[in-house]
């Protein structure tokens, strides 16, 4: 008989993949699942951007790429970064991956040995955690609430750092909660970053033109923590290509060669078409995703209105990204038909066999008071789909 890994078997499926599975089945068992648990804007990659895919196919872009990513996709990268959030990460300090996650990976695996810790704030994107893991790293949570919009602060970073504290990861805007951190909160945190120069902070900012109000701010912009930050992007989100599969990372000079060192023995570099077509993105002026961002302004209100007409519901507002992260824990111990809730992922189930709706358990992204809500679906979709959670909702006593 084979046996599995250990590694393997110790880490968890993927909770929003594992809901989208769910409601895939139940659709092909002829049900009307309205599905919510996945982060993928319901919108078309822009046609310009294709057609730079296609002329990078005419040009016969066909044949293996330099592991990094091409050098003009990195310049361009590189005047992104400048124009955008006045970043200085030249070509060399740069590199391209298939998707964001695996540049988070390639950087927790460049710099992790094992037993050191990693300190993650809660509530966190799933796949955080079992990339740490997988590079047999300790896991440190710091736990933020609904109360602090989901944020935490310096004084509760300074607390969790120890002598083994050899990176952070964490998102803004963030998923799952939308919540965005302002300049002065990220300064808060690099002052106390500053303290610990052995730490690498990973700053995930792949929502970053999803921002509703506020101007987006990214931890490397601080001179005195530069070269402990790795910023991670993509393209996936602001500019719906979530197929073409391509993130990457700014990073001093060290990291950046690590990482690239790394992919060099598990992908190499990236679709040779899609570099080509994101040329085309990263040159492109962010108000060109303007309508975009508004459709999911509006959204994230019928969403709230929504909410706040169920009783027992706490929900904040989410500064950015496309989801809403309500306290739902009013319902553990209440029942229908036989069926207790005792935490959110009874509750996810409940939504997705009674409702028909799929959300994702806040348990998957460590916090269990709370469920996660994808608002990139129609207005008219989430209308159907937040009339059927709040009648499933309130057949629970």
């Known amino acids: 008989m084979i046996e599995l890994s250990e590694r393997l078997q110790s880490m968890e499926e993927s909770a ?31 046609e310009f951007i294709k057609d730079a895919a296609k002329q990078g196919m005419d040009e016969n872009y066909t044949t293996y790429t330099p592991v990094p990513g091409y050098l003009d996709l990195r310049e361009a990268i590189s005047r992104k970064f400048k124009r955008d959030n006045n970043l200085n990460y030249p070509a060399d300090q740069i590199v391209v991956s298939t998707g964001a996650k695996q540049s988070i990976a390639n950087v927790v695996m460049s710099i992790v040995n094992p037993g050191d810790d990693v300190i993650i704030p809660v509530p966190y994107w799933v796949s955080y955690r079992e990339i740490v893991r997988v590079a047999e790293g300790n896991v440190v949570t710091v736990s933020a609430g609904i109360e602090t919009d989901f944020k935490i602060t310096g004084a509760q970073l300074a607390a969790a750092i120890t002598p083994k504290t050899k990176m952070m990861i964490f998102s803004t805007p963030c998923n799952p909660t939308g919540s965005v951190y302002s300049k002065e909160e990220l300064r808060e945190l690099a002052d106390v970053i500053v303290q610990h120069p052995q730490m690498v902070v990973i700053c995930d900012e792949i929502y970053e033109h999803i921002n ?8 490397a912009q601080f001179d005195d ?6 910023t991670v ?69 019928l969403v709230l209105n929504a909410l706040s007409k169920i009783n027992g519901v706490k929900a904040n507002v989410p500064g950015g990204a496309f989801y809403v ?20 992922n009874d509750l996810a189930m409940y939504l997705l066999n009674e409702a028909l709706v799929a959300l994702v358990s806040g348990e998957a992204f460590g916090d269990p008071n709370c469920i996660r809500i994808s608002y990139a679906a129609s207005e008219e979709t989430l209308t159907e789909a937040m009339r059927r959670v709040k009648e499933a909702l309130e057949k629970l006593k």
Not at 235 to 262: H, Q
């Open 233 to 301: 992007n993509g393209v996936s989100k602001a500019w719906a290509m979530t197929g073409w599969r391509l993130g990457y990372i700014g990073a001093n000079k060290e990291i950046a060669k690590a990482c690239g060192k790394i992919q060099g023995q598990f992908t190499s570099g990236t679709c040779s078409i899609t570099q080509r077509a994101v040329i085309a993105a990263m040159d492109a002026d962010p108000s060109e995703v303007a309508d975009m961002v508004k459709a999911f302004e509006s959204r994230r209100t």
């Open 212 to 219: 509703f109000g506020s101007k987006h701010e990214s931890l």
């Open 325 to 344: 992260f309500p306290d739902v824990s009013y319902f553990y111990g209440k029942e229908f038909e036989g069926q207790k809730i005792q935490d959110a």
């Open 16 to 46: 929003t993949i594992a809901m989208s599975q769910k409601s895939r089945e139940l659709r092909a068992q002829g049900k009307d699942v309205i599905s919510l648990s996945l982060g993928e804007p319901d919108f078309h990659t822009p």
């Open 225 to 230: 923590i530069y070269n402990q930050v790795v």
